[in-house]
């Protein structure tokens, strides 16, 4: 079983910095996509930036400039970097990955998602 724990995340003043990570713990063979959404009560969940296995990144628009995805293969953590934080910033933030792992001797991949973790940004 493969489960995505997020850590970070809590209250900051808008212009602030904040940093969420997540680490991926079990079994697989490949972290192929590792994202960060958000989330805002009564909307959908939006991504917020992704990091491929290659090395390319993506952002929303919202975002670029401010925020950074770091993936560090080898300890299976990613991060996001916030900076320059706005009040419409606030959201849950949850850590997704899209992830291969052998089952029955068959290569598949997964969605998995974190728990979710809190940010704040007040104004």
């Known amino acids: 079983q493969v489960t995505l724990v997020e850590s970070g995340g809590g209250l900051v003043q808008a212009g602030g910095s904040l940093r969420v990570s997540c680490a991926i713990r079990?079994?697989?063979?490949?972290?192929?996509?590792l994202a960060w959404y958000r989330q805002i009560p009564g909307k959908a969940r939006e991504l917020v930036a992704a990091a491929y296995y290659g090395g390319t990144t993506n952002y929303a628009d919202s975002v670029k400039g401010r925020f950074t995805i770091v993936r560090d293969n080898p300890l299976n953590v990613v991060s996001l970097q916030m900076n320059s934080l706005k009040s419409e910033d606030t959201a849950v933030y949850y850590c997704n990955g899209e992830i291969s792992r052998y089952e029955n001797e068959e290569l598949r991949r997964r969605t998995y998602w974190g728990q979710g973790t809190q940010v704040t940004v007040s104004s």
């Open positions: 079990g079994s697989f063979f490949r972290a192929n996509i």
